[in-house]
Each structure stands twice: as structure tokens, then as C-alpha cells.
């Protein structure tokens, strides 16, 4: 109830401010919804932290990212609905801030996403993907599902995809199977994701894509950005943040801290 | 036949070869339009296992491999927009072609019910019996188990890693953030299950309209009744030294308490804790009355910048108690407690340098203080928070009674000092939020009352010249009495204009003040009071009605926000014996406005301009002298005092996170009018008479501090550098003369920090000062300070750390060195931290500092507490 008379916040939000901060790139035609369950912590098996993917599949291009991240874009150029508390702390906790279009620009993979505080963006190839069908056939939730596998990122995967939904789509960068993925998790079990809900838009609502400044480079540099600031959290933020070496004790902690997410879903570029 | 076998045998894999056809073809629609984005699949014929497929690109060719042994394939077209295609085709390489029709399809919707644990509505429930673990304790233990929660080892809770914003027992907030106390010593046994509340906001009449993320915490219990605890006990030697914290609890589901005794005489100041517990809305606290207004002073030696527990010679014990009761009608009320009584003593030297432009002043000092303080703080809180309304009424009292004594021996002459400045303090603090219109309408009130006699004492009496000409006072009595009333109402709310935010809030604050003050001198052993001109008899009355209004504008990396507050203040002084005073009526505008812009990924550049309009506060007004300390006799009879400041600030800088190399550069102008000039009076035994005169004057500062910093991953260090320039310039007046003097002040730290091995991590720093002090432009005063700071942190194993501190301080020819050893081991299991400290092992016995103003230096030696070996532990019952 709460969520949903705020999401219409939300859409009313992006209708009035988009242009500022957002750019339209394409029509929505499907929405989806994904559980992903994720071990952020290798050491801790078994220690399951729960987020939502969005899917937006448009016409041409789609986009996935994190439910809290979308939300907190639709605040952000909403800047404050009638709220007379600035202080409170009404932004979503973002966990994943990665922002994956697909066939945007034409051909191309654009995936945006950040290291602590800074926003990177890179390109890969849209056919991203060698696909392995398996003759495996199950049912989930009604619909009849397909296995196929793939080796992506470091890790090995097993998607089941729908080919009655016939969306060649689906969380994160996953896509190009004939038929929408319905749940994709890699051989670990690090990372899991199930479709919640998959309906069609009802609403005008677009595809956007972010006008921020980004810092533009390769998905090989920002792997190695990101594996350097979890391996040495402590040395990178000193480097922004010299104040941080009176508190060795806090300085530990926040590497303790960032240390307990060491298991990110790419481990390396191709 | 054998041939055959044979033949088969050499085929087979050919065969298989032979199979892998190449399927490519097209899909275009029924115009000819290239289609891109359709599913392509290819089954054995009859059956529904894909065993290939392709997704067409944008000029809607496809191209798939299959590897069947079946004579025929069945292949299929599917889309979103078009009409299923489904066809038989011979196994064998070939093009395809499909002209697929429009058509509108309905995509029914489908959920897939997420594996969850019980859930109803936001509300997440775990039952505690089934995650609690065999050498878990405390309700913290067991939440570290919870999927979905985390505990850090501050005792912050985590949900889905976001802090939780309320923790509850049974519904009810007792200790608002410092819940730690109750995770962490409520034993899991006594809880039946942990409640996630997602989204939770906690103000009720917010929640259909600010969204809120974090979750809250409840607990529910399984007795009506609960009763547990904590105790930390420490010692050391030289001289006997202790630490103690006990801390025993109470929660039923109507009442609930929570009672803390803690003590020390370690050089820790327990009375921190009730500052950092107020920490208080900055927006709200603005043009409040000083909290504690210190008229009189004994002369106190300028602490140390370093760890208190070195220099704070103390004995303290507070006493701290948190109930809370659930009343009929939503209400709720809570209390929250706190008595510190707390001994110090201070020890050291001083020597003061003045500088004119005639001639240079020296004072040498060497003093002795005693504190004895009593401090009681209450605050009780009722809340009504209900959909309709919020409603949040905080009243508070504090009251202190205290005797502060001081030897004194001046360039070898003694005096006494001795001062009591009781305080007692009544103040409401109201928040409420109810709906007007389709608004929210915010509406605060604070009301504050205070009163503080305070009483000075100082033997053998001093300013004879102005006070007894000829004559020898024995001893000088300031007596001083100032009653204050000071009420402040607005209302507020927040609406949207075309992409601006604007928050515009209107108030009416009026305060009303009466000082009283007599100087009494002792001669021949008769006291008597003092002529007129030492006495004050001073009321004021202070109007101020104001309109805030905040704008801010964000688009794409630029953000623009303006603060317009306009006021309206009328101020009146009267002072009946003396036959003085002032009206004054301001209408005061003070802008400001700030841009902050993002030029690329790494470039960055803000600007700020504000011109504020300041009166002087109310209490430094005083038409008669009042003898603020042994040293000092002050008139202020001028105007109130009033500055009109420009501040200008540009800040750039360059972050470069790939490289890890971060740079920033800011500069900062103030230009300040001042339209009152205090006149030092500057007597040959060091005393100082204060006036205030009306004569415009303008000072100028500049700030300039650069920094940088480089991170380098092959040697697993952080290198950077911190330099800082400032200059300020103004007019002074001393013994009649009006001179310019000017400040100028360096200051250069470099830093190396390093990760020596996985389990130690290293860390240099140094901090070089020069401090210059001009007269007229001739230096009359150059100080230089340098110091060096060396740590080692390490942590050897999970639990175990040990950490090796060395300062070392050089002012002008003095040298201090420091050594601080502190290990510590935490048994997880049992909850148990087990400490020890051995501080100031070289047994360092003073420090000296410096202090310097326009035309004075001041030098203090401040003796320290001796090498002390400390052992505690922290444990739960």
C-alpha cells in the first residue's frame, strides 16, 4: 500500500522533471520484476541478502537496474514532494548501482555503474553471450521453461528462459535467449534471480538514461578499479579522505565492512 | 560385413559432421520492413525441446547451427507485435524467410511467489529459538544469525545493510539511538521473536506521504516481565586508578527502565556522553540564547589539543536513568536522567607576552585550580503520534551547583580566586506536525527560562587604582545575578515551483533579560560596595520576527540553492541606576547563494557569496564594570555591537579515482565592518580594564588550503600533503594607542600511511606551525612548533589488536616526547573485552602551548598526569 501510493509519486515525478536529469531514449513496453538473492560475503556461506532487478523492455532498447536505485532517481529529479523534513533520511539503501541498457547506443551493451562514490560507464558488444541449450524442460509458474547455460564474467550460469514469452531478454546484462529469462543463477548459487512479475506498461512511461557527467572507460578498468578499492577499501578512501587515518579502529571497521561485500557478480572481463 | 563395421565406425563422426547444418534467412513484415528482436526456434519435428535458435539483429537476418539426425525441423518465428510462425523444413543448410502479419497480442500477466519467510504485510517476523546458536547471549548474538540482518561491532544494527531508524521493546523507544545498551546486555532467552519493520516511518502522520526506506526493530517479549544487565570494572596504578559501569535494566510491556552508574578517576570524561546524546537540529538551535552564560571566570590554563586522558586529573561519577510509561490515548512519557558530580584539578604555568607598538608587556603566572562540580540534567518527553497528528513536547531542567577554587602566583606573588556560578535552567521544546489544506504544516516552539547568580572572589584585591586611590583592597567580591527569558514560535512547510524547492517558514522570537550586578570591596576587614560605575541594573527586551525561505534548484551537475532570511528586530536596554541605555530597531537581510557545479568525471567547482548582518548578543552589554575575572574589568556602554560580513569562498578540485590521485584547492575572504573598537586598558601588574567605544572599524581575513593525496597500490600506501595559509589584519587599541596588527599563520602536514603487512598498518604524520604576529607591519612575535606523530595498529589475529602511539612536540625549546601502548582482546563468544592501556610510558610530566591573538602571546605549561598502567573488562551478568 505504502509502496504502491509511492510509486505513483514516483511516475507523476518522472512525467513533470524527467528532462533534467533523465533522457527518454525509449518507450517502455514490458516491466519486470526479479528476487535476486546474493551472497555478498564468500566467507559466509549460506548468509543470503535479498534485492529487487527491474527489466524495462522497450522497443528498442531495455533496462535493468536495482528497484532502489530507480526509485532513488525518480526522488532525485522529484527533488522534495511537499516534505518539510531535508533532514530525514528519505532515499532508498542502494545496493547495486549498475544501470544496464542494452542496444543503446545501436549494437552496443552501455552499463553504468559506480566504485564507492564515483560513476563509471563502459561498452561491450551486444551479442555478449554463447548460449548452450540443454533438452531440459520444467514448468515454473505455469510456464513451460527451457535450460541453457553459459559461461560469463568468471562464473558459470544456468538460465531458464520461457519461450512463450517470446522478450529475448532479461536481468542485468543476461539476454538473447528466444524467450524471456525467467530465473538465472550461476553454478554457486552466488547469485540467483527469479521473476517476480512480468506485465505489460500501462502507464507512458520511458526508458531513460542518465545525463550525468560519467567517467567513460573500458569494463576491464573499471574491474580492476572496483577489485582494488574491496581489496584495500582502507588505502582508497584515505587517498579522498585524509581525516579517515585518526580513526584506525573506524578505518578498519569500514574495511571489515567493505570486506563482507568481497563477491561481486563479475568477477573478470572477458 | 567386417567392412562395413568398419566403414560405419569411420563414418559415424563424418556422419555427425555431415549433420551440423547452417540455418539464415530473414524476417521481414508483410511491407517489407526489416524485423529485429524475433525469436527464431528450432525443434526436432512434432516436439517442443529447442534444440537451436537465433534472434534476428536490426537488419532482421539470423543465422543458427543445428546438429539433428532427424530428416526434417521444425522452425518458428514468435514475437511480441506478430503473428506466430510455425513451419517444416528438410534438415539441411538452407535460407528461410518469414513474412510475418501484425498482430496485437495480450501478454497476460504472471507472479512468481518469492521463497520468503514469513511475512504479513511490511512486517518481517523471525522466531529468535530457532536462529539462537549454543554460545549465544545477548539478543545482538542471535540477530548476527537473521538472514537479511548484521551487527557491527559499534553495536549498530544493519537491515539489508541500511541502519535501522528505531529499535523497540514491545513497541515502546526508550533510548531513542543509544539502543546498544539494551541489544547488546538483553539476553535472547527472554525474547520470543525479532519484528523487521520495513519501510517504517516513524512519524505516523508521514507515512502516506514521506516514503521512508529503513526498517525498524522490534522485539517481543516472552514474560511480562524482564530483568538483566552489564558491568565493565577497571584498575591501574599511580596512583590507585578505577573505571566502573554498571548498568542494570527493566522492561515490562507498560514500563520500562534502564539505570547506568559509571565512575572514574582515569582521565575519562564520562560527562561527553550528555553532549553527544543532545545533538541538536543546527537550523533549530539558531538565534537561541548562549546555553550557559559564563559572565565570571577564574583564570583557567589553556588545555592541551591532545587525548584528555594525558592531562584530566579527575574524579567522576554519573548517574544516568531512562523510564518509560505508556499512558491511555497513544500517549507516551519518557524520562531521562543524568547527575554528574565530578572533582578536577588543574595544574600549570603561564606566561603572557603583550605587544604595542611602544613597548612589549611580560607576565609570568603559575596556578593551581580545584573544580568541583554538580550537574543534574531531566528531560521528559511526551509523545502522541498518531495519523492524524504529531505531536512531540520535550521539557527539560538542569541545574548545576559548583565551587571553583585557584591559587594563583603572579611574577611571584600570590592570590586567591574562588567562584560559584550555580545555573538552573527550564526550557520546553515543541514539535508538531498537523495537516492544513493539502499541506503539511510544521509548527516548533521553544520557551526557555534561566537564572544564574554567580559569585567571584579575589584576594588580595586588585584595580586599586581606579577602585581605592591610595588606598589597599584586601579582597574584591563580583556579585552577579542574570535572569533570562527567551520564546521562539514558527510554523513552516515545503512546496514545488517549476523544478525549484522552496521551504518558507515564519516566526516570532522574543527574549527578556535582567542583569543586576554589584562590586564589593574588603578594606580594613569592612566590606562595602563599590561606586555607581562598578554596578549594573540593565534590562533587555529583544523583538525578532523573520521570514526564512530556502530555495534550492538542481538541474543536470548543477546545483544552485539560496537561503533569503529577512528579519525584523527591535532591540531595547534600559539600565535604571546608572540612567542609560539604547533603542534599536533592524530590518536585516542576509542572502546567501551558492552554486556547486560538476564539470566532468573528475573537475569539480563550487562558489559561495553571503553577507550576514550580526548583532551582538544581548548579555556582552553593560553600562557599569564588572570584574570578569582577577584580571580583566570590563565596561561595554557603547551601542550593541553590530558586524556586517562579506564571505566569499571557490573551492576546485581534481579526483581522479582510477589513479587514485585527489586534489583540492579553496580559498575563503571575509571582510568584516565592526562598528564598536574594545579599548584594552593594560595596567604594570597585568590587569586589564575592557571598554567598549563606538568607532568604526574593518577587519579582513584570507584562508587558502591545498591538498593532496596519491594512493600507491604497489606499495600499498597513501601519501599526501596538507598546506594551509591564513592572514588577518584589524585595528587594535591598547593603553590608548590605535595600531594595525595582522596575523599570519602556516601551517604544513605531510602523511604517509602504509599497510606493512595483511595484519599491521603504519602511519607517519608531521604538522609544522609558523605563527607570525605584526605590529604596524614589524614582527614582533614568531612562533614555530613542530611535531611528529608516529602509530602502529595492529591486529594480529580475529579480536586481538594492538596499537603503539608516539608523539613527539618541539615548541620553541621545548620538547615533549609521548608513548602510548593499548592492546585489547575480545572473546566473542563470551561477549568479553579484556583491555589494556599502559599511557604516557616515558612519563612526560608537562606540555606547553601557544596561543596567539592580535597583539598578545600566550605561552601555557600544563602539567600532566604521570605514566599509568590500566587493565579493565567488560562483561554482561
Known amino acids: 500500500m505504502k509502496i504502491s501510493c509511492f510509486l505513483l509519486l514516483v511516475f507523476f515525478a518522472i512525467q513533470t522533471n524527467a528532462q533534467d536529469y533523465l533522457t527518454p531514449v525509449d518507450k517502455i513496453l514490458f516491466k519486470g520484476t526479479y528476487n535476486l538473492w546474493y551472497q555478498p560475503d564468500t566467507t559466509r556461506p549460506g548468509k543470503y541478502q535479498r534485492d529487487k532487478v527491474l527489466l524495462q523492455v522497450g522497443e528498442n532498447i531495455s533496462k535493468s537496474l536495482s528497484l532502489n536505485l530507480f526509485l532513488r532517481d525518480s526522488i532525485i529529479m522529484h527533488v522534495e514532494p511537499s516534505v518539510i523534513w531535508s533532514d530525514m533520511r528519505i532515499f532508498p539503501p542502494v545496493n547495486f548501482y549498475f544501470q544496464v541498457m542494452k542496444n543503446h547506443p545501436q549494437g552496443k551493451i552501455t552499463t553504468v555503474d559506480n566504485v564507492f562514490t564515483d560513476v563509471y560507464t563502459y561498452t561491450e558488444a551486444f551479442d555478449l553471450f554463447d548460449w548452450v541449450l540443454t533438452g531440459e524442460k520444467d514448468s515454473i509458474s505455469g510456464y513451460a521453461c527451457q535450460k541453457a547455460t553459459t559461461t560469463f564474467a568468471g562464473r558459470d550460469w544456468i538460465a531458464w528462459f520461457s519461450p512463450e514469452i517470446p522478450v529475448s531478454d532479461g536481468p542485468y546484462k543476461f539476454h538473447g535467449l528466444p524467450g524471456l529469462i525467467i530465473r538465472i543463477y550461476d553454478t554457486d548459487h552466488h547469485y540467483n534471480f527469479d521473476l517476480e512479475s512480468f506485465r505489460p506498461e500501462e502507464n507512458q512511461n520511458n526508458v531513460l538514461f542518465t545525463k550525468r557527467t560519467l567517467i567513460p572507460t573500458t569494463k576491464k578498468v573499471f574491474l580492476e578499479a572496483l577489485k582494488h578499492f574491496l581489496r584495500n577499501a582502507a588505502g582508497s578512501i584515505l587517498a579522498g579522505n585524509e581525516a579517515m587515518a585518526e580513526h584506525p579502529e573506524s578505518l578498519e571497521r569500514i574495511e571489515r565492512a567493505v570486506s563482507m561485500f568481497n563477491n561481486p557478480i563479475e568477477l573478470k572481463a572477458e | ?877
Open chain 2, 1 to 877: 560385413m567386417r567392412f562395413s563395421w568398419f566403414f560405419c565406425l569411420f563414418f559415424l563422426p563424418l556422419q555427425a559432421l555431415l549433420g551440423q547444418i547452417t540455418l539464415e534467412g530473414r524476417v521481414v513484415s508483410t511491407q517489407g520492413e526489416a524485423l529485429h528482436n524475433i525469436n527464431i526456434l528450432i525443434y526436432p519435428p512434432g516436439s517442443n525441446v529447442l534444440i537451436a535458435f537465433a534472434v534476428s539483429d536490426q537488419q532482421g537476418r539470423w543465422r543458427s547451427t543445428v546438429n539433428s539426425a532427424a530428416d526434417s525441423l521444425d522452425i518458428e518465428a514468435s514475437s511480441i507485435h506478430y503473428r506466430n510462425e510455425r513451419r517444416r523444413i528438410a534438415n539441411r543448410s538452407q535460407s528461410v524467410v518469414f513474412e510475418l502479419v501484425y498482430e496485437v497480442k495480450e501478454l497476460s500477466t504472471f507472479t512468481i511467489k518469492a521463497p520468503d519467510i514469513e511475512r504479513r504485510g511490511d512486517t518481517l517476523s523471525y522466531l529468535v529459538s530457532s536462529f539462537a546458536r549454543e554460545h549465544n547471549r545477548s539478543i545482538a548474538d542471535v540477530l548476527q544469525n537473521m538472514p537479511g540482518i548484521e551487527v557491527e561491532p559499534s553495536g549498530r544494527i544493519l537491515y539489508q545493510g541500511e541502519p535501522i531508524n528505531r529499535f523497540y521493546v514491545e513497541g515502546l523507544d526508550l533510548m531513542g539511538g543509544r539502543y546498544g545498551m539494551v541489544s547488546r546486555n538483553m539476553p535472547h532467552r527472554s525474547v520470543a521473536a525479532v519484528e523487521i519493520i520495513e519501510n517504517h516511518q516513524p512519524i505516523r502522520i508521514l507515512e502516506e506521504r514521506v516514503p521512508s526506506y529503513q526498517a525498524a526493530l522490534n522485539l517481543k517479549l516472552k514474560r511480562e516481565i524482564t530483568t538483566t544487565g552489564t558491568s565493565k570494572l577497571g584498575s591501574g596504578i599511580s596512583p590507585l586508578l578505577w573505571d566502573a559501569n554498571i548498568t542494570p535494566m527493566t522492561f515490562t510491556k507498560k514500563f520500562q527502565v534502564v539505570n547506568s552508574y559509571q565512575a572514574n578517576n582515569a582521565g575519562q570524561d564520562a560527562a561527553k556522553q550528555l553532549t553527544a546524546l543532545t545533538l541538536q537540529d543546527m537550523r533549530r538551535s539558531a538565534g537561541r540564547p548562549r546555553e550557559n552564560p559564563e559572565m565570571l571566570g577564574i583564570q583557567t590554563i589553556a588545555p592541551p589539543d591532545f587525548n584528555e586522558s594525558r592531562y584530566l586529573d579527575n574524579n567522576i561519577h554519573l548517574l544516568n536513568s531512562n523510564a518509560l510509561l505508556r499512558l491511555s490515548n497513544d500517549f507516551q512519557l519518557r524520562a531521562n536522567l543524568y547527575y554528574i558530580n565530578d572533582s578536577q584539578r588543574q595544574q600549570g604555568l603561564t606566561y603572557r607576552t603583550l605587544y604595542s607598538p611602544a613597548d612589549t608587556l611580560f607576565f609570568a603566572e603559575s596556578l593551581e585550580n580545584r573544580l568541583h562540580d554538580n550537574y543534574l540534567q531531566g528531560e521528559f518527553t511526551l509523545n502522541r503520534n498518531v495519523k492524524e497528528n504529531y505531536l512531540d513536547n520535550k521539557l527539560r531542567f538542569n541545574t548545576r551547583w559548583d565551587s571553583r577554587r585557584g591559587q594563583l602566583a603572579i611574577n611571584d606573588e600570590g592570590l586567591g580566586q574562588s567562584l560559584k556560578h550555580p545555573f538552573r535552567n527550564l526550557s520546553n521544546d515543541l514539535r508538531s506536525i498537523k495537516p492544513v489544506g493539502k499541506h503539511l504544516v510544521e509548527f516548533m516552539s521553544f520557551v526557555s527560562y534561566d537564572h544564574s547568580p554567580q559569585q567571584l572572589q579575589v584576594s588580595p584585591g586588585r584595580f586599586e587604582q581606579v577602585l581605592s586611590p591610595g588606598g589597599e583592597v584586601e579582597s574584591l567580591r563580583q556579585e552577579l545575578d542574570l535572569k533570562r527569558f527567551f520564546a521562539d514560535h514558527s510554523a513552516g512547510f515545503t512546496f514545488g515551483w517549476k523544478g525549484i524547492s522552496i521551504s518558507p517558514r515564519l516566526g516570532f522570537a522574543y527574549r527578556n533579560q535582567s542583569l543586576e550586578s554589584s562590586l564589593w570591596q574588603q578594606q580594613d576587614e569592612q566590606w562595602s560596595v563599590s561606586s555607581e560605575a562598578f554596578s549594573n541594573e540593565l534590562d533587555g527586551e529583544h523583538y525578532r520576527t523573520y521570514l526564512q525561505t530556502d530555495l534550492s534548484y538542481r538541474k543536470n551537475d548543477l546545483t544552485l540553492t539560496a537561503g533569503l532570511p529577512l528579519s525584523w528586530q527591535h532591540i531595547s536596554l534600559d539600565d535604571r541606576r546608572l540612567q542609560q541605555g539604547q533603542q534599536l530597531s533592524r530590518t536585516l537581510f542576509d542572502p546567501r547563494l551558492s552554486a556547486d557545479y560538476r564539470l566532468s568525471g573528475f573537475w569539480r567547482v563550487r562558489g559561495s557569496w553571503s553577507f550576514s548582518n550580526s548583532l551582538g548578543d544581548m548579555d556582552g552589554v553593560h553600562y557599569g564594570y564588572i570584574l570578569k575575572n582577577h584580571r580583566s574589568l570590563q565596561q561595554n556602554a557603547a551601542p550593541l555591537s553590530e558586524t556586517k560580513r562579506h564571505n566569499l569562498s571557490a573551492f576546485v578540485s581534481y579526483r581522479n579515482p582510477i589513479t587514485s590521485f585527489f586534489n583540492s584547492l579553496t580559498y575563503f575572504y571575509s571582510i568584516s565592518d565592526y562598528n564598536l573598537m574594545y579599548s584594552n586598558q593594560v595596567q604594570a601588574d597585568g590587569t586589564t580594564i575592557l571598554q567598549a567605544l563606538e568607532m568604526p572599524n574593518t577587519g579582513y581575513s584570507h584562508n587558502l588550503t591545498g591538498q593532496t593525496s596519491k594512493y600507491f597500490s604497489s606499495a600499498k600506501s597513501t601519501v599526501s600533503f596538507r598546506a594551509s595559509y591564513s592572514h588577518n589584519r584589524r585595528q587594535s587599541l591598547l593603553n590608548q594607542q590605535l595600531f594595525e596588527t595582522s596575523n599570519q599563520f602556516i601551517n604544513l602536514s605531510p602523511q604517509i600511511n602504509t599497510r606493512i603487512t595483511e595484519w599491521l598498518r603504519g602511519e607517519y604524520r608531521a604538522n609544522l606551525s609558523y605563527i607570525q604576529t605584526y605590529i604596524e607591519s614589524n614582527r614582533s612575535s614568531n612562533i614555530s612548533m613542530l611535531r611528529h606523530f608516529l602509530d602502529f595498529h595492529a591486529f594480529p589475529r580475529s579480536g586481538h589488536y594492538l596499537g603503539l602511539t608516539t608523539e613527539y612536540y618541539r615548541h620553541r625549546n621545548n620538547e615533549h616526547v609521548f608513548v602510548d601502548l593499548l592492546y585489547r582482546y575480545t572473546i566473542r563468544k563470551h561477549r568479553v573485552d579484556i583491555e589494556a592501556r599502559w599511557l604516557n610510558i616515558l612519563n612526560t610530566d608537562t606540555y606547553t602551548t601557544f596561543q596567539a591573538s592580535a597583539f598578545s602571546v600566550v605561552e601555557s605549561t600544563y602539567i600532566l598526569r604521570p605514566s599509568q598502567v590500566f587493565l579493565s573488562a567488560r562483561f554482561s551478568f
